[in-house]
């Protein structure tokens, strides 16, 4: 069976410390891979998407990056934090008709 | 730009009464999907609707897609408090399934008993 796991899932960072977020999946191949990111009392707003290993497409300019260095794994990171992007991260991947999100990580920036 | 407008934001409701949600959206779409989120946890996938005039049940919720209007309903009948959640819809704005989805803000739905 599939699974997704998404690590850390909490981390406190000061403002201007790097940022990295892992994802992985397993159990399929070739998935389409999302970060999503919700911030305190909002909806979800996808971050990054990637069909492939290498292909990255960005919705929303930013500080931060994705890459995806193996076809099941997804990193979210970023040089220097900014108070505003504290928030809930999420991973998901796809195939077919279904969308499966990680369990999320909860990142503080102080 | 596609915008998904769910309303209400919050909703409070007694335990054995029936309510819905709605969800709008500005733009061509025939996926629209639900979204359950208990606090501070992930999306558990409740609906994925594909098509005009679909409807799906699950319990004590039913979804509906009006591909024509653009609104998509949640319906709850005979509330209970496991229920109280946070409900998002979402749509696929590439319409190809590839997951882009623009979520709505949520209604966050307390069942008082």
């Known amino acids: 069976s599939q699974t997704i796991h998404q690590w850390p899932a909490t981390l406190v960072q000061p403002v201007g410390s790097p940022l990295s977020l892992e994802c992985t999946v397993e159990?399929?191949?070739?998935?389409?891979l999302y970060w999503y990111r919700q911030a305190a009392g909002r909806g979800l707003q996808l971050l990054f998407y990637s069909v492939g290993i290498g292909q990255i497409s960005s919705e929303v300019p930013q500080n931060l990056s994705a890459s995806r260095p193996q076809d099941r794994q997804f990193i979210l990171s970023s040089k220097k934090l900014l108070l505003s992007d504290s928030g809930f991260y999420l991973c998901?991947?796809?195939?077919?008709?279904?969308?499966?999100f990680g369990e999320g990580s909860w990142l503080t920036v102080v | 730009e596609l915008k998904v407008e769910q309303n209400p934001l919050f909703l409070s409701m007694q335990e054995g009464k029936n309510y819905t949600i709605y969800c709008n959206y500005s733009?061509?779409?025939?996926?629209l999907y639900w979204y359950r989120q208990d606090p501070g946890k992930s999306l558990e996938s409740l609906f994925v609707?594909?098509?005009?005039?679909a409807v799906k049940q699950e319990g004590r919720l039913m979804a509906s897609l009006d591909t024509k209007a653009r609104l998509s309903t949640l319906h709850i009948t005979a509330a209970v408090h496991d229920l109280s959640a946070t409900y998002f819809c979402a749509v696929d704005s590439t319409g190809a399934g590839s997951y882009q989805l623009t979520f709505g803000k949520g209604t966050k739905l307390s069942v008082i008993p």
């Open positions: 998901a991947w796809s195939k077919g008709n279904t969308i499966y």
């Open positions: 733009t061509t779409s025939d996926r």
């Open positions: 609707l594909l098509s005009n005039g």
């Open positions: 159990g399929t191949s070739n998935p389409n």
